[in-house]
């Protein structure tokens, strides 16, 4: 067997390690200021370096053995990074995060075991109809992606710092998933997993659209935006349209680590408060990294002649020329309205809203370093889509005027919707449906239920039987009685080793008067 080490390039390699790249810098250039004053600043800079390489090798590396360095390496590190604060919040957050992802892990050391029956891990360069292979692929991909069931952790590594979330939440970690099928989308196709794609995808983007409406952490609310988008990229993949969803993974990395980056300033400045419900009225005070903001919300609603919209406006055209179920169409829109609603739900309460009387006491002046690493990055998010249309193949799109005009009127009601649902008080619902939308449909509480009952018994086996009988049994009780044993061997008393000495002489006597 010959051991090689192969580096993928091409277009689209090539393009996700610049946009990679440059997204880092930028964050790297406001941590600067963001995390200053902070005791352990080295090593976080030095965590977010080891981040980047590893998804840089994850995305130049067409080698499944190399992919699982990078894979092992993001979820490793993404650990680290969420319990940089040490706390118990950022404990549990960061356990839930390594543990599911762990899931991914093991279905990539699967993938590797069976491809050895290929004679080589170069998955990319085969074309094999393998079933097994891709269910594996897609179980991978669905963890890091943190599409339906295993969503709750993405919300949860909001526990990081938002230097942090800006990275990994756009650019890197939960894009992994969508690199990954992108790469191995023959496949899929060929073992018809595509439907069970198609609907765990569109699960998600619906469940990612409606709990935001219902939740008051501004970093949340950001990271479900990130759920439904790679929701909408899953479902694109599902289609085969790998190009789109491509160009859709970039335009979205850039727009998402300026909203990550906007919530950071306005966190920072309003002393490390995190709830919408405490802002109001910002845009007088932050002028600046409001526009941004707003333009990056655009973006993402897919609001005409906005990166956003060249992409989205295109996948929801592929949607509806494909041969889809009315089901599935039906989830697509209705996730899309939800994206526009809970956006606009956001400036509301957060720009627009009254001022609340809590913030007089809190602002502070913005910081100049913060807002540079925006300006590069807000101008990309303005343009690129125009850009990438022009270098995309061209999809021939083939429909009615009022099917045209679907994602126009679909922005028109998620605005109505958003603007209802900021007026709305959340404590007049009841206890179930809180409960039920907050928690991502149940996930968090199922999951939280399922670790418990494993972590009990766990930490009982810890104590009953590592650190009680097993230590008393065989440590203590083995080491004591050896050695007691070993001392009354060499101690024995002096009256048997004299015997033992008269013994012999008395031998040596009876040998030499037998002679003579």
């Known amino acids: ?174 894009t992994a998933g969508v690199y990954l099928l992108m790469r191995y989308n023959s496949y899929l196709i060929n073992n018809h997993l595509m439907g069970l794609m198609l609907f765990i995808s569109s699960c998600t983007m619906m469940m990612s659209g409606l709990t935001p409406m219902y939740e008051n952490d501004l970093k949340k609310i950001i990271a479900l935006s990130t759920l439904s988008q790679l929701g909408l990229m899953m479902s694109i993949l599902s289609l085969g349209e790998v190009d789109l969803g491509f160009m859709h993974l970039v335009i979205h990395a850039l727009f998402k680590s300026l909203l990550f980056m906007c919530s950071g300033i306005l966190i920072h400045q309003m002393n490390n408060n995190q709830d919408i419900r405490y802002m109001g ?6 002028p600046f990294v409001s526009l941004v903001f707003f333009i990056s919300l655009m973006s993402l609603c897919g609001f005409p002649f906005f990166s956003g919209y060249y992409s989205k406006d295109l ?80 999809v021939l799109v083939i429909l009615s005027l009022m099917e045209k005009l679907l994602v126009l009127q679909i922005c028109f009601i998620g605005c109505i919707f958003g603007w209802f649902m900021s007026f709305v008080n959340l404590m007049n619902l009841s206890n179930f449906m809180k409960i039920f939308f907050s928690s991502m449909w149940g996930l968090n509480l199922i999951y939280m239920k399922i670790s418990y009952y494993p972590l009990k018994f766990s930490m009982f086996m810890y104590k009953v039987f590592d650190k009680g009988i097993l230590e008393y049994m065989f440590v203590y009780s083995m080491k004591k009685s050896f050695i007691n044993n070993l001392f009354n061997l060499l101690m024995l008393n002096k009256f048997m080793y004299l015997n033992l000495f008269m013994f012999m002489y008395f031998l040596i006597f009876l040998m030499v008067l037998y002679i003579n």
């Not at 009225?281 to 932050?286: G, K, R, T, V």
Request: hydrophobic share 60%; proline share 2%.
């Open 315 to 394: 996948i929801m055209e592929v949607f509806l020329m494909s041969k889809m179920n009315m089901f599935s169409m039906f989830m697509l829109m209705i996730s899309t309205l939800f994206t526009v609603s809970y956006s606009v739900r956001l400036i509301i309460l957060v720009y627009l809203n009254y001022m609340s009387k809590m913030n007089y006491f809190v602002l502070i002046s913005e910081s100049l370093l913060m807002s540079l690493s925006l300006i590069v990055l807000y101008f990309y998010s303005l343009m690129i889509g125009y850009f990438l249309m022009n270098l995309m193949d061209k």
């Open 1 to 174: 067997m010959n051991m090689e080490f192969i580096l993928y390039v091409d277009w689209v390699s090539m393009m996700f390690f610049s946009l990679v790249l440059m997204i880092s810098s930028f964050v790297m250039l406001y941590s600067l200021s963001y995390m200053e004053g902070d005791k352990n600043i080295n090593r976080f800079f030095l965590l977010v370096i080891m981040f980047v390489l590893s998804m840089l090798l994850l995305i130049i590396c067409p080698n499944v053995m190399g992919l699982l360095l990078g894979w092992d390496g993001l979820g490793l590190i993404s650990y680290c990074l969420v319990i940089y604060y040490q706390n118990w919040k950022s404990f549990t957050s960061g356990m839930i995060t390594v543990l599911l992802n762990r899931i991914g892990d093991v279905g990539i050391l699967m993938m590797i075991s069976l491809m050895v029956i290929l004679g080589s891990w170069n998955g990319i360069f085969y074309s094999f109809n393998f079933f097994f292979f891709s269910l594996l692929m897609i179980l991978s991909a669905f963890t890091k992606s943190a599409q339906l069931p295993f969503s709750s952790w993405l919300p949860l590594a909001m526990a990081a710092p938002t230097p942090v979330s800006s990275l990994v939440h756009s650019s890197t970690l939960v």
């Open 281 to 286: 009225s910002l845009i007088n005070y932050y």
